[in-house]
């Protein structure tokens, strides 16, 4: 029996690359696919206004609606308008500073040595949105960073994602009182910022 090894060589070859480009397909697709995902969905091109993205609402840190306080210690601000509850055994630690081209104030929380929670106050203009606001202190456009709403009881914030990576790096924006609040919203942060509340 005669058997023709060049032609089962070939069709060997064959479906060698046959195999071999659509698992090369495949892999392009994948990769297509994921730039679409952390370039597009991820990381949105900047846009003229700042948009409410909801993908990142669902991964971002919630502020609990009530947190066990017992023990905790209350700091209140009659200066700027403000107070907030803090655990025992953080420091308070507070300095004036410059953000942008403006001076502003700076409170501060630290745990052994380690700074914890940060709130950076300063005053607003009389035009001021939270986007020209965060804008004209910061330099920065802030449509070029993710964004979602939140609120910390009834006041209105914006969370601008500044790092889409990992960690997580999320400013939390609002105003009240003639001032401009920004603090990091993380884990850490969350339970403090929900004590959170303006005094008149």
Do not use: C
């Not at 089962?8 to 480009?21: A, D, E, L």
């Not at 999320?170 to 609040?181: A, I, K, P, S």
């Amino acid at each position: 029996m005669f058997i023709n090894m060049k032609a089962r060589n070939q069709q060997g070859i064959s479906t060698f690359w046959g195999v071999s480009i659509i698992l090369i397909e495949a892999v392009m697709v994948f990769f297509v696919f994921y730039f679409l995902y952390f370039f597009w969905i991820e990381n949105p091109l900047p846009t003229e206004y700042i948009a409410v993205v909801a993908p990142f609402d669902r991964r971002a840190v919630k502020l609990p609606i009530s947190v066990q306080t017992n023990g905790w210690l209350k700091y209140q601000n009659v200066t700027f308008g403000f107070s907030i509850q803090y655990p025992a055994d953080y420091k308070i630690f507070e300095d004036e500073i410059i953000y942008g081209n403006n001076a502003g104030h700076i409170f501060g929380l630290s745990r052994q040595g380690q700074e914890i929670f940060w709130l950076r106050i300063f005053s607003y203009q009389a035009d001021d949105s939270i986007a020209t606001a965060y804008k004209r202190l910061t330099g920065i456009n802030p449509s070029i960073y993710q964004s979602f709403s939140r609120k910390i009881g009834k006041i209105e914030a914006v969370a601008y994602r500044v790092n889409p990576g990992n960690p997580l790096q999320d400013h939390l924006v609002f105003m009240g009182n003639n001032y401009f609040f920004e603090a990091p919203l993380d884990n850490n942060t969350a339970p403090i910022l929900s004590t959170f509340k303006f005094i008149q």
